[in-house]
């Protein structure tokens, strides 16, 4: 294989396809839900996803958020969840990022510059984009 894949999927797509490309690869994305506790006696569920496979790139808590998998000369890269680039996050062209939404610039510029460029993918390449201002 040469090139290189960058798939993107959500908790909240539930019609996904994501795994019948990513199992070709031996890779996966885990569904589930999370419970979350609201005081003593009353918890909600909350979906969550995370990747299964190879090269975990980054990890929230327990879940691969951020993995790739070297195929030949190219590559493949699983991010979740997509809702994170959304506008609904980001926030539109013409929106001047606030702290939060410049943490998830960097990591889409890290995800594009260093991951799939095969650079410095570790954590720590990801604080250096921050420091680069």
């Excluded at 539930?14 to 979350?36: E, M, P, Q, Y």
């Excluded at 070297?70 to 997509?82: L, R, T, W």
């Excluded at 890290?110 to 680069?132: P, Q, R």
């Amino acid at each position: 294989m040469e090139g290189k894949i960058l798939l993107m999927d959500t908790a909240f797509n539930t019609d996904s396809t994501a795994n019948d490309l990513l199992l070709n690869f031996g890779l996966a994305i885990k569904r589930g839900v999370d419970k979350l506790n609201i005081g003593e006696d009353f918890a909600i569920g909350e979906p969550s996803i995370s990747i299964i496979g190879e090269e975990p790139i980054l990890s929230l808590n327990e879940d691969v958020v951020v993995a790739k998998k070297k195929i030949g000369d190219g590559m493949i890269v699983v991010m979740v969840d997509s809702y994170t680039f959304s506008d609904s996050v980001m926030g539109g062209c013409f929106t001047v990022p606030d702290e939060f939404q410049r943490k998830v610039y960097e990591l889409e510029y890290f995800i594009f510059e260093n991951v799939l460029a095969d650079k410095d993918d570790t954590i720590e390449g990801l604080y250096k984009i921050g420091d680069e201002k």
